[in-house]
T-cell receptor, first 113, second 112 residues
Framework: EADIYQTPRYLVIGTGKKITLECSQT?????MYWYQQDPGMELHLIHY???????EKGDLSSESTVSRIRTEHFPLTLESARPSHTSQYLC????????????FGPGTRLTVL | GENVEQHPSTLSVQEGDSAVIKCTYS??????FPWYKQELGKRPQLIID?????GEKKDQRIAVTLNKTAKHFSLHITETQPEDSAVYFC???????????FGAGTRLFVKA
């Protein structure tokens, strides 16, 4: 079934650890996004990509990096996790033409102790 | 910069009443205006959208209106039900562009 997947769904780690949040989509979408969202609150764009080997920074990008080596895969890396990174991270994808509808993954809930 | 303002931030209605959420966008080049519903603990999902060449669109109990001149668009929910309780996000973008700008969200409570 065409969908967008995120792993892990929940993660508890200590301060200073390096972590990678995985996102994969099987819909063949060119555009992919990472958002940070506290439960039920505003969506903050962290990074986005409009195709392989293209990545752009969003509003909250300074403490994380992304890569887009394959169309279906868009991992997010935090080099040194801090308690302020505790939040939910949502990955999304969107087709390039005809519509800009965003399809969201189930999210990763991150807790940094 | 590009901005979407959304009001109100919280809305409480009685079951059966109507609910209206309003958004204003700043980028006049925007031509696609989706609305997403996020239930507690779940991912945002598209419920309705409208393009700039249309003034109104309806899907059963929900409708969206667009005023391009004023750069306003609104979500209307009629005959609200408890399952309509959720956070609703408006958004604006340019089809074929790269970024979608989201509003800050409206938390809707429907009281039974």
């Amino acid at each position: 079934e065409a969908d967008i997947y995120q792993t892990p769904r929940y993660l508890v780690i200590g301060t200073g650890k390096k972590i990678t949040l995985e996102c994969s989509q099987t819909m063949g979408h060119d555009k992919m996004y990472w958002y940070q969202q506290d439960p039920g609150m505003e969506l903050h764009l962290i990074h986005y990509s409009y195709g392989v080997n293209s990545t752009e920074k969003g509003d909250l990008s300074s403490e994380s990096t992304v890569s887009r080596i394959r169309t279906e895969h868009f991992p997010l890396t935090l080099e040194s996790a801090r308690p302020s990174h505790t939040s939910q991270y949502l990955c999304a994808s969107s087709p390039t033409l005809s519509t800009d509808t965003q399809y969201f993954g189930p999210g990763t809930r991150l807790t940094v102790l | 910069g590009e901005n979407v303002e959304q009001h109100p931030s919280t809305l409480s209605v009685q079951e059966g009443d109507s609910a209206v959420i309003k958004c204003t966008y700043s980028d006049s080049a925007s031509n696609y205006f989706p609305w997403y519903k996020q239930e507690l603990g779940k991912r945002p999902q598209l419920i309705i959208d409208i393009r700039s060449n249309v003034g109104e669109k309806k899907d059963q109990r929900i409708a969206v209106t667009l005023n391009k001149t004023a750069k306003h668009f609104s979500l209307h929910i009629t005959e609200t039900q408890p399952e309509d309780s959720a956070v609703y996000f408006c958004a604006a973008s340019k089809i074929g562009g790269f970024k979608t700008i989201f509003g800050a969200g409206t938390r809707l409570f429907v009281k039974a």
